[in-house]
């Protein structure tokens, strides 16, 4: 590990909460391996906070850095310059800093699908998917499947509006895609679970109560977990703990689950790999997160 000092170029993830982040781990041992001089660093910022620290990332001459929950989509007024991607899914989770420029991506999309097909060793075109969500990861999930050629996309969201919201706009970029919305109440989450192939899980509700989530008690969630049949690729994009119960239901049902962290690894690799120009070093980002 290189020690930093005066000439270190500083990278970093905005969320609230942060201190579970495992990105800190897996991009400086990336930076390691590559021989750059770079440290990557974990930043709690307040919602009201925000737009103070997305400018400060010019002013203190950082790289860039990542943005999680519950940012993502907020950050979208207060960069710069969208990158095409980004302006569709209308949420962020990479900036880069560009003659003090602040440039928003979104690498989360990319991310999912290449977690699906590489770990997950799933076929998307002709799929029918659910997402579960419409924060940030819900929205890249739903415009990545319905781009990967899914043939129906469930929404469905605790507040309906904002599922058909969604839906509203992946149909119109994805006319070929079949998109419908719902709520989160029990019956509906059964109804959806009938046809799906492909589950895609965005929520805090599993992550680890310590961490800001509701460990698990949703009646919805139940329903979810009854639901689940071996025929199902099942991926739960919340990665504390690693192994949700949601995941291990999944497991237990005979479905092919992918964690949380595979999704962390590929689009952390597409944020290395605008930030540095460079090709990841995707074994060892592998490594750090404990997938090898």
């Known amino acids: 590990m290189l020690t930093p000092n005066a000439q270190t170029r500083v ?45 400060g990332l010019t002013a203190l001459g950082m790289v860039g850095a990542n943005v999680t929950i519950p940012h993502k989509e907020t950050t979208v007024a207060f960069v710069d310059e969208l990158d095409p991607v980004a302006r569709r899914i209308g949420a962020i989770n990479t900036i880069r800093v560009a003659d003090g420029r602040l440039q928003g991506f979104n690498t989360d999309a990319v991310g999912l699908i290449d977690a699906l097909t590489k ?4 076929a998307i075109k002709g799929r029918r998917c659910l997402v579960i969500g419409t924060g940030g990861g819900g929205r890249a999930a739903a415009f990545a ?17 904002r599922a058909r919201g969604l839906a509203e706009m992946v149909s119109r970029d994805f006319p070929q895609c079949r998109v419908d919305a719902g709520d989160l109440a029990a019956d509906t989450v059964e109804r959806s679970m009938e046809g ?3 589950v895609i899980h965005t929520t805090t509700a599993t992550m680890s109560a310590a961490m800001g989530g509701s460990g698990g008690r949703e009646e919805w969630l139940a329903t979810l977990v009854r639901c689940l049949r071996p025929s199902m690729v099942v991926h739960d994009m ?15 049902a005979g479905a092919t689950v992918v964690s949380g962290l595979s999704m ?11 930030w540095t120009g460079r090709p990841a070093p995707i074994e060892i980002m592998r490594q750090a997160l404990g997938q090898s």
């Open 238 to 252: 919340v990665y504390t703990p690693r192994w949700t119960d949601l995941l291990n239901a999944a497991r237990d």
């Open 264 to 274: 962390l690894l590929y689009q952390g690799a597409k944020s290395f790999e605008l």
């Open 11 to 55: 990278v970093g993830i905005l969320g609230d909460p942060v201190a579970h982040s495992l990105s800190p781990r897996m991009h400086n041992a990336a930076f390691d391996a590559v021989g750059l001089n770079w440290r990557y660093m974990a930043f709690r910022v307040r919602a009201d906070a925000l737009p103070y620290a997305l400018r």
């Open 119 to 122: 770990d997950g060793g799933a």
């Open 196 to 198: 799906a192939e492909v």
């Open 145 to 161: 499947l319905a781009g990967a050629a899914a043939s129906q996309l469930m929404v469905l969201n605790r507040t309906v509006s």
